[in-house]
């Protein structure tokens, strides 16, 4: 069993929870968990750096009362730190025996391919892995994510494979949404009429199939040659009985060629996942405008 976590989860609660849980049998246990993301005001307490990996990494073992990490995942890409820097870090980690495989999460194709690249050149511990947002509506990894992945042997642990909770049933089109605090946080993700028109469909296929839509969900996830394992993660224990109740599911071509039809592959439905890593390049206006006074020039 994996149990996947990372510090910034409830500011180490995530953590420190895990950490209880295990007592007794860790061994049994493949324990990940991430670095990147704030764990206070200070700009120090975040992001990719050595400095910041190797205290953080004390915190994780400290929460989750062990002395290993099995897989040690960077969260998300930091631009302003040189990716030789974060390898490096890591590599010494493993030396160390604190960490015992390293991986990252929501990357960019062209940001893993940098990262073997790097490793390879400069002899250092490599990724092994990568934890993308991956379900029918969020399909864009398809295009080059899954397929590098593929050529350097990376395992891809997808997270979301229900899209929010999206495709559980609860959303439905024309109809008032829960009440949560993932609808009051992601409205715009979770009323987005193109999603909602899509999950209509996909309740008639994965009835006509004679399954429940979140089994069809979950096997969809699963059913790509580059994706390892899907992670769940359910709120209640009754929505893990249902979950573990849908794992051997298996589709047929014939319904995942009716789910091409609804969300086409390679594509993402309606309003983007916050969550997600969305580059510089796109995220800072300065970087995708020239100054006024060179645009008259060009």
Known sequence: MLIDTADRYSQGESEE??????????????????V???MGDDPNQQGNSRRWITRAVEGSLRRLQTDYIDLYQIHRPSPDTDIEET?????????????????????????????????ERRGLA?????????????????????????????????WSPLAKGMLTGRYRKGQPLPDSLRVKFLGKQMSDENRLAAIEQLILVAE????????????????????????????????LDDLLAG???????????????????????GVPDAAN???PAISQTKLRRRPISERAAV
């Not at 929870?17 to 991430?34: F, S, W």
Request: aromatic share 4%; with cysteine.
């Open 87 to 119: 390898l490096s870090a890591l590599t010494d980690l493993m030396r160390a025996g604190k960490v015992r495989a390293i991986g990252s999460s929501t990357f960019p194709a062209s940001e893993i391919v940098e990262a073997q690249w790097v490793a």
């Open 277 to 279: 890593y969305v580059p």
């Open 17 to 34: 929870i895990v950490g209880k849980a295990l007592k007794g049998r860790r061994d049994n246990i493949v324990l990940a968990t991430k």
């Open 247 to 269: 794992a051997e599911v298996v589709l047929s071509d014939d319904v995942l060629d009716q789910i091409d039809q609804i969300v086409l592959p390679g594509i993402d439905i």
């Open 36 to 38: 990147h993301g704030p």
């Open 126 to 158: 490599r990724f092994r892995t990568e934890q993308p947002s991956y379900s029918i509506l969020s399909r864009s990894i398809e295009r080059e994510v899954l397929p590098i992945c593929e050529r350097y042997g990376m395992g891809v642990l997808v």
């Open 208 to 239: 006509k199939a004679g399954l429940a839509l979140t089994h069809m969900a979950l096997a969809f996830a699963v059913a790509h040659p580059g994706v390892t394992s899907a992670i769940l993660g359910p709120r209640t224990m009754e929505q």
